[in-house]
Every structure is written in C-alpha cells, then in structure tokens.
C-alpha cells in the first residue's frame, strides 16, 4: 500500500477551538467546524493546511443549502459551547 508522504508524522487528536475540547459533535456539525476552520485559517492559499480542497462548496447551487445547513448546525453548537 503506498503512503502519503504529506501525512507521515501526523496524529489524530480531538478537534480543539479556542483551546476547549469539542466532544460530541454530529456529523454534520464536524462537517461545517472543519469548513469554518479552513476558512478561519486562509483556505487553499494558506501552505500550512493539508486539506488544499475546500471542505464545503458553498457557491456550488446544487449542494448550497446542504453546506449552509451544516455551517449553521457547527455556529450553533459552538453557542452551547462557549
């Protein structure tokens, strides 16, 4: 099986904000968390993230409403959060 040289070294570890652990997180609250973080970081012209493919096409018509769906399920759960 051949290895992907950019993941070598990598850990995984609970998705952290604003150094509070985020436990509990549905699928799609991890999934707009991870498209907010992108986003907060610099997207695909920041060098330090791995993902270069935006996690969420929001200007995408057809998948619009589900990736605002998602967005807004991760801003609300990190309400009850912090």
Known sequence: MKTDSNKVGLEIRP???EGKTLEGL?????????HLVY?????????KLLNKIKPLDV???KVKIKA??????????????F
């Open 39 to 47: 986003e907060k970081y610099g997207g695909k012209n920041n060098k």
């Open 59 to 61: 200007d995408n018509p």
């Open 15 to 17: 998705a952290s904000y």
């Open 68 to 81: 605002s769906k998602y967005i807004d399920d991760a801003l609300n759960f990190l309400k009850k959060v």
């Open 26 to 34: 549905s699928y799609s609250e991890s999934r707009g968390f991870e």
